[in-house]
C-alpha cells in the first residue's frame, strides 16, 4: 500500500490575524463615508461662488450642475452616515425631503446634485483606503 507524508517546515507569517484585518477594513469603510459626507457638507456650506440667478438680496443662488448653495444649513446638517449591520458598507444619506429634487432635478428645476459629486471626487483616496488593507 501507498503511503504519504506531508510535512510543513514553515509556517508564512502575517501581518495580522483576520479580526485585525477586518477591523481595519471597518475603519477605512468608516473614513470613506466620512470624506464623502464632509465634501458633501464643505461645498454645500463654502462652496464656489455661485453663477445661478441674481437674488433680491444681493446673493447669488446655485446654477444647474453646482453644488446647492446653502440658505438655511438644513441640508448640510442633514446628511448622514448609515452604515450595514456588519460595517463592511456605509452610505451616505441626506434626510431631506426635498434632497432627491436636488440631486436628481425636477420638470421644473434642474439638477444640483451634492452626494455623487462628492463620492467621485474622492474616488481616488476611497480606492487607496481599501487597497491599503486588502
Do not use: H
Not at 446628511?79 to 429634487?101: C, H, K, Q, T
Not at 452626494?115 to 471626487?121: D, E, F, G, K, T
Request: overall charge positive; aromatic content about 6%; cysteine-free.
Amino acid at each position: 500500500m501507498a503511503r504519504i507524508a506531508v510535512k510543513v517546515t514553515s509556517r508564512p507569517r502575517y501581518n495580522m490575524t483576520e479580526s485585525q484585518a477586518m477591523m481595519n477594513v471597518r475603519k477605512n469603510v468608516a473614513k470613506a463615508g466620512l470624506l464623502v459626507q464632509n465634501t458633501a457638507k464643505t461645498n454645500i456650506q463654502q462652496g464656489q461662488p455661485r453663477t445661478g440667478r441674481l437674488r433680491k438680496d444681493g446673493t447669488r443662488s446655485s446654477a444647474v450642475d453646482e453644488f446647492p448653495k446653502s440658505d438655511t444649513g438644513n441640508l448640510a446638517n442633514n446628511i448622514f452616515l448609515n452604515f450595514d449591520a456588519d460595517g463592511l458598507g456605509v452610505a451616505v444619506e441626506s434626510r431631506m425631503e426635498y434632497s432627491a429634487w436636488l440631486e436628481f432635478g425636477t420638470e421644473k428645476m434642474g439638477k444640483r446634485p451634492f452626494l455623487l459629486p462628492s463620492l467621485r471626487m474622492n474616488r481616488d483616496k476611497i480606492n487607496a483606503l481599501l487597497r491599503s488593507v486588502l
